[in-house]
C-alpha cells in the first residue's frame, strides 16, 4: 500500500454522529473514472464472523490483471466492535477490513467490495466509504438490494444483461447478470469509478461464477477459519496511521 495518510475520521461516534457524517462524505464521492491508466492490480474484499471464536475476520485477495492470478491473500481478524445496525455497516466492517488491506505489499489499482457503494439510503455503503478512507478507485459488489428497485422483466437471461437501480428517479446502481439463470449482482460506484466502468471491471473479472473472482476469493478466504497468516514473512508496521486500532466503537 501507499505511504500512511492521515485518517479520514475518527471511529468513536454515537449513530447519530455516523448518520451526520455519511451525508458529509457522500458529497466527496468521485462519481466519474479517476483510475490508472493501466489497472494491473485489482483486490477484492469481503468480511464474516469468525463462529469459532466470534472474532471479526476480514479477508483481502490481490489478483494481477487482466490474468486473474492470485498474487496476495491475507486475513485479519479483531473484537466485533458493535452490534449491526442497518445503514451503518461500514462502521461495523471497515476498521477490520482496513486491518486486512494493511498487510498487502502491493497497493490495488482498483477494489472490489461485498457489499454497497452509493446504492445506499445516504449513498454512503461501505465500497465509497472505504475508497474515501484510501483514496482508491473502489466498485460495490453486492448480493441484494438495499436501496432502490430495478425491472425484473426488462434484465436479460444472457451476461452482460442489465438493467439501471433506481432510488427516486436517481440511477444509483445496476442489476448485472454475471452468470446465466441466477440472480443478479447488484453494482454500484463506490467512488473514483463511473457505473459503465464498473460494469465492465466486474464483467472482465467474472469467471462462471455468479461473484467476480475478486470477492468470490475474499469470500470463500473469510470463510475459511483453518487459513491463518503466515508468522513469518513481510507485515506493515502496528501503527500506521490507516490501520483504524481502537479500544471500542459505540463506547
Known sequence: MRAARPPL?????????????????????????RL??????????????????????????LLAYPSLQLEEQHVYEEPVRMEYIPGLLSFRELPCVLGALN???????????DGQGIAHPRRLGIASHLGLWLDLPTIGCAKSVLRGHYNEQELGEAVGSWVPLRDQGEVIGAALRTREHTKPMIISIGHRVSLDTSIRYVLSCCRGYRLPEPTRLADRLSKNNAYREPTSGSRRGENSPNEAIQDSLWQ
Request: glycine residues 4%; charged residues 20%; negative net charge.
Open 103 to 113: 498487510l498487502l505489499r502491493q497497493e490495488p489499482d482498483l477494489i472490489m467490495v
Open 36 to 61: 490508472p491508466s493501466q489497472v494491473q492490480h485489482i483486490a477484492g474484499v469481503d468480511l464474516a464472523i469468525n463462529e469459532s471464536n466470534g472474532l471479526a475476520r476480514a479477508a483481502v485477495v
Open 9 to 33: 475520521h475518527q471511529w468513536n461516534m454515537s449513530p447519530e454522529q455516523a448518520i451526520a457524517l455519511q451525508k458529509e462524505l457522500a458529497s466527496r464521492v468521485i462519481r466519474e473514472d
